[in-house]
């Protein structure tokens, strides 16, 4: 069988590292480099094989039919373009290329949002990974937003809570075990997170009539987002799980459940894991939808994989714990 090869910049963090540990249980991917720069030279076992980091100006990247920018935000956007300049396909899990980031953004990865988007994935040369909170909180929303049945001027409020992978590995004071252990706080209060503009952006295209407020916390785990989701429609819906059942009918990484999703039903997985209920007790109809993923899988190297399966022509699922 033939093999594909694929590159990895910045394969050192932790979405990087998940990647390659991806990569090496590939049915068809093969690792041709991984680029780091601070660990250049060091030796590293992903996923059963060993990886040598390679300084970034050293990677071959026309060796590579896709290359998986692992890269931070901010920093990546030149490298897509000196692959892109290489004729390399790319797959950006920063945030450089979303919606609502840059002016001339990439074709939005996020395949369950249907047939258009899974077309345009197979066909870009660039694709923008979307960031692990949106994917716990859009995947949620789309069927409702292209429903009509999001209330027009409504305030959908999303709380979420990731583990602390999510802020990446270089060193940081209040991510030290001592402090983050036995504690549970807010941040990016204020409706600031950087992912809000990514959501809000995608929502807009759906033409969703509605304010969202994202409020982010930190829980005391490795990996891992849940995310509680309240929606104000414009009708109550009378079997809120069979409506997402019926929306994501055949999609292999999204599971509907009538059980609050947890962390561990998710961790490692490919998977979006939700739920959903009518709230009592308020004067408009509202609904809570519950979800769950693993930020480093679903949220962002795992969702990656999905994206490059497709623009090699492969079962989406290829290489992939659903």
Not at 44 to 56: D, K, Q
Request: charged share 20%; proline share 7%; net charge neutral.
């Amino acid at each position: 069988m033939n093999t594909i090869p694929v590159g990895v910049l910045g394969a050192s963090g932790y979405a990087g590292r998940e990647l390659c540990s991806l990569i090496a249980r590939h049915p068809r991917f093969t690792l041709a480099f991984a680029t780091a720069n601070e660990q250049r030279g060091q030796r590293v076992r992903l996923g059963g094989a060993e990886v040598t980091f390679a300084a970034p100006d050293d990677a071959p990247l026309r060796e590579a039919a896709i290359v998986f920018s692992a890269l931070p935000h901010g920093a990546s956007l030149p490298w897509v373009e000196r692959a892109r300049a290489a004729g390399v396909r790319v797959v950006d899990l920063s945030s450089d290329l979303r919606p609502g980031n840059t002016a001339h953004p990439a074709v939005y990865g996020m395949p369950e949002l249907g047939d258009a988007t899974r077309a345009a994935v197979r066909a870009a040369d660039v694709v923008a990974n979307p960031g692990c909170y949106p994917t716990s909180i859009l995947l949620p929303l789309a069927p409702l937003a292209t429903r009509g049945m999001i209330a027009p001027g409504a305030t959908i409020i999303a709380n979420a809570a990731s583990g602390v992978s999510g802020a990446g590995n270089s060193p940081k004071r209040e991510l030290l075990f001592a402090e983050v252990a036995d504690d549970y706080r807010a941040y990016g209060v204020g409706n600031t997170h950087r992912h809000l503009g990514e959501m809000t952006a995608t929502l807009a295209d759906m033409r969703v009539d509605a304010d969202l407020v994202f409020t982010p916390h930190l829980l005391p785990v490795a990996r891992g987002i849940l995310s509680t989701i309240t929606v104000p429609l414009a009708a109550p819906l009378a079997d809120p799980v069979g409506f997402y059942r019926d929306a994501y009918r055949g999609e292999r990484f999204v599971e509907v459940d009538a059980a609050q999703p947890t962390l561990h039903d998710v961790v490692r997985r490919n998977a979006v894991r939700l739920t959903a209920t009518m709230l009592a007790g308020t004067r408009a109809p509202m609904l809570l939808v519950t979800a769950a993923i693993d930020n480093l899988v679903k949220g962002a190297a795992g969702q990656a994989v999905q994206n490059a399966n497709l623009m090699c022509g492969l079962d989406e699922a290829a290489g992939l714990l659903a």
